[in-house]
């Protein structure tokens, strides 16, 4: 018997790549595919965040229960007769003070993260400039969802009946979503200008106040004088009152929900480049 000693095949070493091969495999810009999966991977780190810092759903959880009671109970007599004629007033009211205090703290987050230097980390990605600030703004829906869905348990408990029915409610909510969907890019641009998180969250409260406070989400219109009454019409939170209380309160798709969208977009379309703009000139 006798063994055959065979020679292996040399393995050919790889090739290194040129920086043609290189550039050839790279595109100058993300294509919307691309932009799509990285904002949905950034939501996803946002929302691991979340689980980890049960403490940035206090605000989506405590706030509704407090302010429906507290409004409710406090002015509710005064300004319709009786806590159960006010509810359908200022529930809707509520869901809009809720997701737009909700969507401030987008901003303060976003300030952090660029004082930790997360964001150091992700400018040497290949990544779409857009996707670290629209991806947690996408995990905060879940928060507006949570808070929209309190404020209607708690005005039901208290004796609301919505007549718009299981679909107006949920109309009002997707609805609400979208509103703070879209200011929270308002509180986006304040994060990448300011210096701190404390100063974005000064600067968030003054313009948070005169959004809510001036417009008809706790008293009707009719009731203001004449020069507060043409500031609250054409204030972006009235609009997306009014049409939350026409979807919850008669289950009806009025042109004022489409004059809400039209402001949404607007604000989107608006500060969303700018939000943008900004935070590339920061990293």
């Avoid at 404390?198 to 009731?223: D, H, K, R, Y």
Wanted: aromatic share 8%.
């Amino acid at each position: 018997m006798t063994l055959q000693m065979t020679t292996p095949a040399p393995v050919a070493a790889p090739r290194r790549l040129t920086p043609d091969d290189i550039a050839a495999r790279t595109t100058s810009h993300n294509s919307l595919r691309q932009t799509l999966g990285q904002t949905m991977s950034m939501a996803w780190r946002a929302t691991k965040k979340m689980r980890r810092n049960p403490e940035q759903f206090f605000d989506v959880t405590v706030q509704p229960l407090l302010f429906t009671a507290m409004f409710a109970y406090l002015l509710g007599g005064g300004l319709a007769g009786s806590v159960q004629a006010y509810l359908p007033l200022v529930i809707p009211g509520i869901l809009a003070q809720t997701a737009l205090t909700a969507c401030m703290a987008t901003g303060v987050q976003l300030r952090e993260d660029m004082e930790k230097g997360v964001f150091d980390r992700f400018k040497s990605l290949p990544m779409a400039r857009i996707a670290p600030l629209a991806g947690p703004m996408i995990a905060d829906l879940l928060r507006y969802a949570i808070a929209s869905t309190l404020t209607f348990c708690t005005g039901i408990a208290m004796g609301y009946r919505p007549g718009g029915g299981v679909a107006g409610v949920v109309g009002a909510i997707v609805l609400t979503m979208i509103a703070g969907w879209s200011l929270a890019w308002v509180f986006t641009w304040v994060g990448t200008l300011a210096r701190s998180a404390q100063s974005v969250q000064g600067i968030s409260m003054m313009i948070m106040f005169p959004l809510t406070f001036l417009s008809n989400a706790l008293v009707p219109v009719e009731t203001l004088p004449s020069w507060l009454a043409a500031f609250v019409k054409v204030n972006p939170v009235s609009h997306v009152v009014t049409a939350t209380r026409d979807l919850a309160n008669n289950g009806q798709v009025t042109a004022h929900v489409g004059w809400a969208l039209v402001a949404c977009a607007a604000v989107i379309a608006i500060f969303a480049p700018l939000s943008v703009r900004s935070y590339k000139k920061h990293i």
